[in-house]
Each structure stands twice: as structure tokens, then as C-alpha cells.
């Protein structure tokens, strides 16, 4: 799975929207990216994932770049409850004996009062 | 997605026990992991424990150490043996599902452990 680079923290105002970049620079064709979080003291949990088009659900928006080596997360007005580390994976969709989720070391996003 | 509910949810044992982590779904579910996440740390995955197969382990962790059984589609355990104060740790389950044409994954609210 193509390894992926994420600033270490960011502060968000609450209310405003929250951008959260990601590096992927090396993702291959068939490697989706996924997003997910992890508030203090629970178990990761997922926000969105995609492969080429821009996606939306009820909690966020993920944009990828045309060529695909970088993405951003949007959370579109953070609460301080979006306050968690916040981790961007790249890996392939399935495959026998490769479904395992690598994670790395994340963005702590802190919303602001 | 899949609910799971892990137990217990935190403990504290002495060093030199074995604690046994156990991990029950909703529903049923082929692929089964477990990590850990040592204090400050992101999560590192121990092992695949995919029903019908002997788990798989990662690079640094061992079946003595770390044993896991998975009887059925909806439980697994992971026993963490022979506990020193480094095991201190989240330890966590997490099922993977399709979603669409992609893999989902979901995850307990894991066990804090704590060895003094």
C-alpha cells in the first residue's frame, strides 16, 4: 500500500471548515484512499473513502486531485466534537490476504471555540 | 456496519498473567483484526484472524505472545501472555466488510490494559 503524509496537527476555528490534507504521492490505480478518526480513548472511526471522484457523505467531503497524489478532507463546519486524530490511508480495495488497514501516524485537528 | 463489542473494556494486571481480550459482532463477518496502540502512539496491527484459518501475525508480534483464536463468524479473543509493564496498552478488534466495491472496516472501543 502506497505510503501517506499528513501534517502532525492543525488548529480549526469552530463553525469554519476544516481542511485536511494528505500526500499519496506513490498511490497506484487500484488504491483507494480512505479517511478515518479517532477520538480520544475510542476505536477508529471511518469518515469516507474514494478512488477517483470527489465523494460526499453527511459528515465530510473528500477532494483528490486530478492525478491523484493528494487529497483533502473536508469537514465542512467543525464542531469541537471533531476535535481527534485524524488518519488518511491509501490501499487497494481487496485482495485475498491484503485486507489489513495500515495506519499512520495522523493529524491531531483541535477545533477552536 | 457491523457493531462490536469488546470486553472488558479496561483492566490492570499484575505482570507475569495472562489477560484474554474477547471481541463479539452483530453480524457475520470473514475478516477479523486485532491492534494495538501503545500510549501517544497510532495503532499497529498484531494480527489477521480470519475465520477458518490460523492468524496471521505482523512483523514483531508472535503467537506465544499474542494468542488468538476465532471460533465462528462473530467472535474472536486475543490473549496478551506473560504481561509485562509494556504491554501496557488499547487493545483493539476491527471487522472489515464491503462497501460497495471497497473494504470498510469498524472497530471496538478496545480494552485499555494496564500492567503494574
Known amino acids: 500500500d502506497a505510503k501517506t503524509t499528513q501534517p502532525p496537527s492543525m488548529d480549526c476555528a469552530e463553525g469554519r471548515a476544516a481542511n485536511l490534507p494528505c500526500n499519496h504521492s506513490?498511490?497506484?490505480?487500484?488504491?483507494?484512499v480512505y479517511w478515518y478518526r479517532q477520538i480520544h480513548s475510542q476505536g477508529p472511526q471511518y469518515i469516507i473513502h474514494g478512488l477517483k471522484n470527489n465523494e460526499t457523505n453527511e459528515m465530510a467531503s473528500l477532494i483528490i486531485t486530478e492525478d491523484r497524489k493528494s487529497s483533502t478532507l473536508i469537514l465542512p463546519h467543525a464542531t469541537l466534537r471533531d476535535t481527534a486524530v485524524y488518519y488518511c490511508?491509501?490501499?487497494?480495495?481487496?485482495?485475498?490476504?491484503?485486507?489489513?488497514?495500515?495506519f499512520g501516524t495522523g493529524t491531531r485537528l483541535t477545533i477552536i471555540p | 456496519s457491523a457493531v462490536i463489542s469488546q470486553k472488558p473494556s479496561r483492566d490492570i494486571c499484575q505482570r507475569g498473567t495472562s489477560l484474554t481480550i474477547q471481541c463479539q459482532v452483530d453480524?457475520?463477518?470473514?475478516?477479523m483484526f486485532w491492534y494495538r496502540q501503545q500510549p501517544g502512539q497510532s495503532l499497529t496491527l498484531i494480527a489477521t484472524a480470519n475465520q477458518g484459518s490460523e492468524a496471521t501475525y505482523e512483523s514483531g508480534f508472535v503467537i506465544d505472545k499474542f494468542p488468538i483464536s476465532r471460533p465462528n463468524l462473530t467472535f474472536s479473543t486475543l490473549t496478551v501472555s506473560n504481561m509485562s509493564p509494556e504491554d501496557s496498552s488499547i487493545y483493539l478488534c476491527?471487522?472489515?466488510?464491503?462497501?460497495?466495491?471497497?473494504?470498510?472496516?469498524?472497530f471496538g472501543s478496545g480494552t485499555r490494559l494496564t500492567v503494574v
Open positions: 506513490t498511490i497506484s490505480g487500484n488504491e483507494y
Open positions: 453480524s457475520q463477518v470473514t475478516m
Open positions: 476491527s471487522v472489515a466488510q464491503y462497501r460497495g466495491l471497497a473494504l470498510g472496516y469498524t
Open positions: 490511508i491509501v490501499r487497494v480495495a481487496s485482495g485475498f490476504g491484503n485486507e489489513k488497514l495500515t
